[in-house]
C-alpha cells in the first residue's frame, strides 16, 4: 500500500498531466485554444527563421516547434512555457552542426535531451546556480550581435558562408559590391514595420478596449504578418511578372515528418561517422547545448512561478524529452522562449494543453500552407531575426550593473568579448570560469575589519573581525594580514599584547583553517603575544581545540574578555618559564603542517 | 636618487645574501659549518636512494642535492631549508620520466624552474593557498604507500619494473619465489635498526648534555650509519669471499658533474623528440610538479618562519633558480624537506651559508667516495627510503580529521584513493577538484537560520539569518527557504506577513544575488507577504535597491522595525489597489531575468 502511493506520488510528479488532464473543462478548452493558436502564430514565421539560423532546412525547424507544442503537455508544470527553436539554440546548433547534415542536428538534439533529462533525474539542476545574471546577459548579448551580423548579408541580398564574428564582417564587406537593391528595399521595409508594431503594443494609444485587444494582437502577431505581406508581394511578382526580385526560400516539403531512430551513424564530407566519432564530432557541445537549455527554461520557469516552487528536476525531465522526442523527426535543439512565453500568458492560457494547439497549426501550416512557403522572401525572415536579436541585447543590464555594482561587469564583459572574438561555446566556458575564479578570490580574501579597543579597566586589545567565514583558501590571508598589523604596531607602542577574533561572522571551519590558526598562535606567542576567540560557536571551537588542545583561548563575551585575559596574564609567567626551556626545539606537531 | 633606492631595495629582496653576508662572522662561521656538515651526513644516502626511486642513476641525485645546498645560499630567506631530493619529487619525477632519458629528467627540472619562478614573479603564490591540508594529506599519505610498495622488491632482492600501485604489488607476488635471502636478511636487519636509531633520539635516555648530544647525532645520522655498515659488509663479502651476497648500487662515475644547456631535443626509445614534443611528453607534469614543489616549500618556510612573514614570491624564485641551475647538471626537480629542515635547525644553523658545506660535502664525497659507493647494497636503501615512507603515511592527520570534522576526510579520502587507484598526479588533480567543489557547495547553500518573533507590540514575524554572504550560487537556495518556509506556515497560521533578512552576515552582494532577491520579493507579494531587510549595509542596499527601487524595504534596527512595518501596513490597501490594475501584465522589468 505504502509502496502503491509512492509510486502514485512518483508518477503524478513525473507526469503533471494526470493532475490537471482530469479536471480539464470546457472552460480551460477556450483560453487555451485561443492562446495556444496566437502562439502558432509566433512559431510559425520564428521557426522557419531559427531553422535558417541554424543552417538548416526550414521544415525541421517547424519539425521542432510542432513536438515542442506536443510533448510539453505531458511532462511540463508551468502552464506559460512554450518550447521550440530559440534564437540561441540556433546559434549553438550552427556552432555545432555546419558542415554537416540534418543527422547530426538531431543527433546533437537527442544527446542534449538525454543529458539534461540525466541532470534533471539525478537532481543536479543545480549546477546552473553557478551561471550568475552577468555570464548569461554577455552570453545572450554576444548571441545577438553574432545574429545580426550573420542576418545582415541576407537584407543586402547577398549570399556567403558565415563564419566566425570577425570573418562575418569581413566577408560582408567584401561580398557588399554584389547587394541587390529590392531584398535591401524589402529587408528594411520589413524592419521599419516589424519596429513600429512592437512599438503600438506597448503604446497606450485608446481606452476601447476591443481596439486595444486588436492593436495587441496586431502587434503581438507581427512577425506573422510581415511574411505574409512580404510573401504575397513575392507571390504577385512570381506570378505576374514571371520572377520574383527577391531571394525566397525555396521548395519545402509538405506532409507529416517522418519518425526515425535516433541516427548511431552518419556520413557527411565524404566521411563516415559512427557513434563515437559523431560524439567527438560534437564535442563540449553535448554539455553546452543542454546547459544553456537549462539555463534558459529555468529562468523562463521562475519568472512565471507566480510565488510558487518550481519543480526544477520536472522542468528538466520535460525539456529533456522535448529534445528526445523532437530529435526522432530531425528537429534540432529547442528550449523555452521568454517572448513567446509572454504571448502565451498574455493570451489567457489556462494549461499546457494551449501546446496542443500550437503543435497542431503549425502540424497544419505544414501540411496546407508549404506552397505558400515557397513565396516568402529570406529578407523579411532575417528582418525578423534582426529585430528580435537588437532587443537581446542587453544595453540595461550593462547600464544596471555599471551604475550599481561595477564588479559584475568584469565577468559579463569576458564572457562577451571572448564568445565574439572566439566563438559562442568558449565565452560562454570563459566566462564562468572567470565567475568563479572572482567567488573563489572572494573565499580566499575576506574583508576583515580590525579596531583597537579598552576594556572597562583599561586593558587595551585588538579587536579583528573576519567579515565572513574562514575555509582554507581564507586562512593564509588572516594569518598574515594579523602578523602584519603586529609587526607594524609592534614599534610605536607596546600594549599589543592581546588580539581578539570576533567570531560572529564565522559559522564554518576546516582543518586547512585550524592549521594555520595554530601557526597564527605560535607567530603570536613568539612575539609576546596572544589570540583570544570572542564567543565562537561549538563547531569552531571543538575543530580549533582538537587541533591545539591547551593554546586555543576564547571568551563567550566582550563582558567576560577581561577575565580572560587577566587569568592569562596571571598564568603568563608561569607559562614562559615553561617555554624558555623548550626553546630551539622543532615542535613536533609543527611535522602536521609541513607533510614533505 | 629615488630609482637607485627602489633598484637597491628590489636588489636586496631579490638577492637577500646582500643583506646578511656583509655581516657575517667567525661566530656565525661555525655553528653553519657544523650544521652544514650534519646535513651533508643526511642528504648524501637520500640522495642516492632518491635518485633510485626516481629511476635515474644515483650521481645525478647527488648532482641535485649539491647545487641545491649551493643556490638556496643566494636567494633563500630561509636559514634552516635546504633544498635537495625529496621522496614526493623523486616520485612525481619516476611518473612522468621513467621509459625517459637524463635529458628528459633534466628538462622537467628545468621547466619546473621556469615555472615557479614565473609563478613567483607574478606574485601567483596564492594559487596554491587552494590546495588544502587534507589534499595534501592525503596525496603525500599515498605517495608514501607508493613509495613503500615500490621498494618492497628491493628488500626481497627481486627485481622487475615498477608499475601502477595495484601493478606493482600483482608483479611482487609474480616474482616472490625469486627472493633472495640475504637481501632480505640485510634490509630487514636495516629497518630494525633504522627504526631503533629513530627511536632513541626522540627518547629522553640520560641526562648526561654531551650523551644526549651524542645519541643525537648518531639518530640523526643512521641513515649514513646503516649505508657505511652495509656497504663495510658488502665490501668485506667481494673482498674475502670474491662476491657479495647482496645486490649493490654498482660503478658511479667519480668526479665534477659536466654542465649542460637545458636540452632542446632528445632521443629516446628510437624517436627524436623536439622542444614541443618534449613538452607535450611530460603534459601536466609542467604544472603538477611546480606546484607541488612550491606547497611543499611554502609550508616547511611556513614552519621555521619564527613569526615573520614568508616572503613568498622570494621563495618561491629561489625554488625556481635551484630547479633552473640544478638542471645544467642533469638534477631531478628539487624542493625542500622537512626533516632536513629540522636537523639543519637542531644543529644550530645561523645563515643559509650552511648550504654551502652541505654542498661541498656532496661534491667531496662525488670526488673521494665513488669507489665506496660501489659496494651500497640496494637492500640498505631501500630500508632508508622505507623507513622514512612509513611516518609520512597520515594516520594522525586521518584520525584529527575524523574526530574533529569529519567532511575534510572526504578529500583527503578521494585524493588518497585516486592516487593509489589511477596516479599519483591525477589523484592531486581530482583532490583539489573535490575540495574546490566542496568549496563552492558552501558558497551555495549557506547555513539559513529561522525563528518566529514577535515585536513589542505583538505583531509576529519571521526573521531568517543567512550564516555567510549571499552571493550568486546562494540566491535561489535563499529564494527556495523562505517560500518553501511561507508556504508550509500558511496553513497553520494567517500571521506570517512579514518576513525579515537578517543582514549582519551579508556583507557582499552581487547582481544575480539582486535579482533572485526582487524575484522574491515578487513571489512573497503574489502570497500577501512583505520582505523587511535588516541593518544592510549601504552597498546591499545601493544593489537591491538599484534593482527594485520601490520594493526595496530596509529597516536600520530591530526597534525601528516596528515602526518600518506599520509603515508599510498603512500603505498595504494603496497598493494593493493599484497592483489590481496591473496584474495579468507580464512585467518589463521580469525581461531582465529571463534573458531569452
Request: hydrophobic residues 40%; negative net charge.
Given at each position: 500500500m505504502l509502496l502503491a502511493d509512492t509510486f502514485r506520488d512518483t508518477l503524478y510528479k513525473r507526469l503533471p498531466f494526470l493532475v490537471w488532464l482530469p479536471k480539464y473543462t470546457m472552460a480551460d478548452f477556450v483560453p487555451d485554444l485561443i492562446a495556444g493558436i496566437t502562439v502558432g502564430l509566433t512559431i510559425m514565421p520564428q521557426a522557419i527563421a531559427y531553422a535558417s539560423l541554424a543552417g538548416i532546412h526550414p521544415k525541421y525547424g517547424l519539425y521542432s516547434a510542432c513536438f515542442g507544442g506536443w510533448v510539453y503537455i505531458f511532462f511540463g508544470t508551468i502552464k506559460q512555457i512554450t518550447i521550440g527553436p530559440t534564437s540561441i539554440m540556433s546559434i549553438l546548433t550552427f556552432t555545432y552542426t555546419h558542415d554537416t547534415n540534418p543527422e547530426m542536428v538531431a543527433f546533437l538534439s537527442f544527446m542534449a535531451g538525454v543529458v539534461v533529462l540525466l541532470l534533471g533525474v539525478f537532481r543536479l539542476g543545480f549546477l546552473v546556480e553557478f551561471v550568475s545574471v552577468p555570464v548569461v546577459s554577455g552570453f545572450s548579448s554576444a548571441t545577438a550581435v553574432f545574429m545580426t551580423s550573420s542576418q545582415v548579408k541576407t537584407i543586402f541580398g547577398i549570399s556567403y558562408k558565415s563564419g566566425s564574428f570577425l570573418e562575418t564582417w569581413r566577408r560582408f564587406f567584401k561580398h557588399l559590391p554584389e547587394y541587390r537593391k529590392w531584398d535591401l528595399t524589402l529587408g528594411i521595409s520589413c524592419i521599419i514595420v516589424l519596429l513600429f508594431l512592437r512599438k503600438i503594443g506597448s503604446l497606450n494609444l485608446t481606452n476601447n478596449a476591443t481596439l486595444k485587444r486588436i492593436l495587441w494582437f496586431i502587434s503581438t502577431g507581427r512577425n506573422a504578418l510581415v511574411v505574409l505581406i512580404s510573401g504575397l508581394i513575392a507571390f504577385?511578382?512570381?506570378?505576374?511578372?514571371?520572377?520574383?526580385?527577391?531571394?525566397?526560400?525555396?521548395?519545402?516539403?509538405?506532409?507529416?515528418?517522418?519518425?526515425?531512430?535516433?541516427?548511431?551513424?552518419?556520413?557527411?564530407?565524404?566521411?563516415?561517422?559512427?557513434?563515437?566519432?559523431?560524439?567527438?564530432?560534437?564535442?563540449?557541445?553535448?554539455?553546452?547545448?543542454?546547459?544553456?537549455?537549462?539555463?534558459?527554461?529555468?529562468?523562463?520557469?521562475?519568472?512565471?512561478?507566480?510565488?510558487?516552487?518550481?519543480d526544477a528536476s520536472q522542468e528538466m525531465i520535460a525539456l529533456g524529452m522535448t529534445n528526445i522526442i523532437g530529435s526522432t523527426v530531425y528537429g534540432m535543439p529547442v528550449a523555452s522562449a521568454f517572448s513567446r512565453s509572454a504571448v502565451n500568458n498574455a493570451s489567457g492560457v489556462v494549461t499546457p494543453m494551449g501546446g496542443l494547439w500550437t503543435g497542431t497549426l503549425v502540424l497544419l501550416s505544414l501540411w496546407f500552407l508549404t506552397p505558400f512557403l515557397f513565396y516568402i522572401p529570406k529578407a523579411s525572415l532575417s528582418a525578423i531575426l534582426i529585430c528580435a536579436a537588437v532587443f537581446m541585447i542587453e544595453v540595461h543590464t550593462a547600464r544596471l550593473l555599471w551604475k550599481n555594482n561595477k564588479r559584475d561587469l568584469i565577468p559579463a564583459a569576458v564572457t562577451f568579448i571572448m564568445c565574439l572574438l572566439i566563438n559562442i561555446e568558449a565565452g560562454l566556458i570563459i566566462g564562468i570560469f572567470t565567475d568563479i575564479s572572482m567567488l573563489l578570490y572572494y573565499n580566499a580574501r575576506p574583508r576583515i575589519n580590525f579596531d583597537r579597543r579598552k576594556t572597562t579597566t583599561?586593558?587595551?586589545?585588538?579587536?579583528?573581525?573576519?567579515?565572513?567565514?574562514?575555509?582554507?583558501?581564507?586562512?593564509?590571508?588572516?594569518?598574515?594580514?594579523?602578523?602584519?598589523?603586529?609587526?607594524?604596531?609592534?614599534?610605536?607602542?607596546?600594549?599589543?599584547?592581546?588580539?581578539?577574533?570576533?567570531?560572529?561572522?564565522?559559522?564554518?571551519?576546516?582543518?586547512?583553517?585550524?592549521?594555520?590558526?595554530?601557526?597564527?598562535?605560535?607567530?603570536?606567542?613568539?612575539?609576546?603575544?596572544?589570540?583570544?576567540?570572542?564567543?565562537?560557536?561549538?563547531?569552531?571551537?571543538?575543530?580549533?581545540?582538537?587541533?591545539?588542545?591547551?593554546?586555543?583561548?576564547?571568551?563567550p563575551s566582550v563582558n567576560q574578555l577581561e577575565r580572560v585575559l587577566n587569568k592569562e596574564l596571571d598564568e603568563c609567567n608561569s607559562i614562559k618559564s615553561i617555554q624558555k626551556s623548550q626553546e630551539k626545539e622543532p615542535e613536533k606537531s609543527a611535522v602536521v603542517q609541513a607533510r614533505f
Open positions: 504577385f511578382f512570381e506570378k505576374y511578372h514571371d520572377a520574383s526580385p527577391f531571394v525566397l526560400i525555396g521548395k519545402i516539403d509538405s506532409g507529416l515528418p517522418k519518425l526515425h531512430l535516433p541516427p548511431t551513424h552518419t556520413e557527411f564530407d565524404g566521411k563516415d561517422y559512427d557513434l563515437v566519432e559523431m560524439m567527438e564530432y560534437l564535442g563540449t557541445g553535448i554539455f553546452i547545448v543542454p546547459i544553456v537549455a537549462t539555463i534558459n527554461n529555468i529562468a523562463v520557469a521562475k519568472v512565471f512561478s507566480e510565488g510558487k516552487i518550481i583599561g586593558l587595551e586589545y585588538w579587536i579583528f573581525t573576519p567579515c565572513s567565514g574562514i575555509l582554507f583558501p581564507a586562512v593564509d590571508f588572516l594569518r598574515q594580514t594579523i602578523v602584519e598589523h603586529v609587526l607594524s604596531q609592534s614599534t610605536e607602542s607596546s600594549s599589543l599584547t592581546y588580539i581578539v577574533i570576533e567570531c560572529s561572522h564565522i559559522h564554518k571551519i576546516d582543518i586547512t583553517a585550524a592549521q594555520g590558526i595554530k601557526s597564527l598562535i605560535h607567530d603570536l606567542k613568539s612575539r609576546g603575544c596572544y589570540l583570544i576567540f570572542l564567543d565562537p560557536n561549538d563547531s569552531i571551537t571543538r575543530i580549533i581545540s582538537g587541533i591545539c588542545k591547551d593554546e586555543f583561548i576564547s571568551s
